[in-house]
């Protein structure tokens, strides 16, 4: 008989088992619900960027835009927290997190105005690699063997996605820009993933999601002026279907960021982002059907052994 048919204690103590074990299965009702928000709408995202840039709309501006308007819509919260209460290593990861943030966002939505999105999404299948080895020696986060096994399995599936590419599963993918674009925006998304969390411990899940958005509107910002941006010809472009999908990509990177720090808040980084690619399957499904992306069998065979992978981590993480 299952340890939660029955109570193994007496009085005030089986009253506290029980207790307990239904707040154990909320817990996992509500992560298990944030992981799923968090593929759904990191894969929506992809496509919105994606349907922006190839309209004519410029990769950093989107990036900029995203960022400034999601800091619009908090601003109610962010006025109403105390900030001279946070600690110093809250300010410090926050700076370097949004600055890693706005450069790797950048370098996403540059790669998918070039490139497939059902090939461009498994390649972040990586980032659970980067994010780990950061975490050991960042968080003290030491996977087991079932972790390691899924983490494997996850990139063995993304070698049957990049194979259906013209260059295969090979070095000379390198030459692609959207794969090396890609590339950068994935190492560096995963670097960014350990100073959220961070952001997470030193505050709260809804004030890293605040500094999350404001810092990455002021560097994102910055950057335009890096790159020296013609703002002005840039904005005559937009067009009004173009404010409709500024409107639902704001919304699928608010929903994808707070459910990651939510995540974040209760697993360890590296487990949570192989989790997270789980939303390579979606935009394979969403490449093929929105941008007639070929090779969807393959790709599919690929991303079910990615799933797999991703259950081994998620069921026998404790074992």
């Given at each position: 008989m299952s340890q939660h048919a029955y109570c193994p204690y007496e009085g005030t103590l089986c009253v506290i088992y029980r207790v307990q074990t239904i707040n154990q299965l909320i817990e996992a009702f509500l992560l298990s619900g944030a992981v799923l928000l968090r593929i759904l709408s990191n894969a929506t995202g992809n496509v919105f960027q994606k349907q922006l840039t190839v309209s004519g709309n410029h990769p950093l501006l989107v990036n900029f835009f995203t960022y400034l308007l999601l800091s619009i819509v908090c601003f109610p919260v962010a006025i109403s927290i105390n900030w001279r209460a946070l600690p110093d290593s809250f300010w410090y990861y926050s700076v370097l997190g949004g600055l890693i943030g706005a450069l790797g966002n950048g370098f996403l939505v540059k790669a998918l105005q070039k490139g497939d999105l059902s090939v461009l999404a498994p390649i972040n299948s990586y980032k659970s690699v980067v994010s780990i080895i950061i975490g050991v020696f960042l968080l003290g986060e030491i996977p087991n063997g079932w972790g390691v096994l899924g983490i494997v399995l996850i990139i063995y599936g993304s070698y049957f996605v990049l194979d259906t590419t013209e260059e295969r599963f090979s070095w000379t993918l390198l030459k692609k820009p959207e794969i090396r674009f890609r590339l950068w925006a994935m190492v560096l998304t995963a670097v960014e993933a350990v100073f959220v969390k961070k952001v997470v411990l030193a505050s709260s899940t809804t004030i890293a999601f605040v500094s999350w958005c404001?810092?990455?509107?002021?560097?994102?910002?910055?950057?335009?002026?890096?790159?020296?941006?013609?703002?002005?010809?840039?904005?005559?472009?937009?067009?009004?279907?173009?404010?409709?999908?500024?409107?639902?990509?704001?919304?699928?990177?608010?929903?994808?960021?707070?459910?990651?720090?939510?995540?974040?808040?209760?697993?360890?980084v590296g487990y949570a982002l192989s989790l997270f690619q789980l939303s390579a399957i979606v935009s394979v499904f969403f490449g093929h059907r929105l941008f007639n992306e070929q090779a969807i069998r393959q790709k599919l065979i690929g991303s079910a052994i990615m799933i797999t992978g991703s259950i081994v981590i998620i069921l026998l993480k404790d074992y």
């Open positions: 404001l810092f990455g509107a002021v560097f994102s910002g910055l950057l335009l002026f890096v790159y020296r941006l013609d703002i002005k010809s840039e904005l005559s472009k937009i067009s009004q279907t173009n404010r409709t999908q500024y409107a639902f990509l704001v919304a699928c990177v608010g929903t994808m960021q707070f459910t990651t720090n939510y995540v974040f808040d209760h697993m360890p």
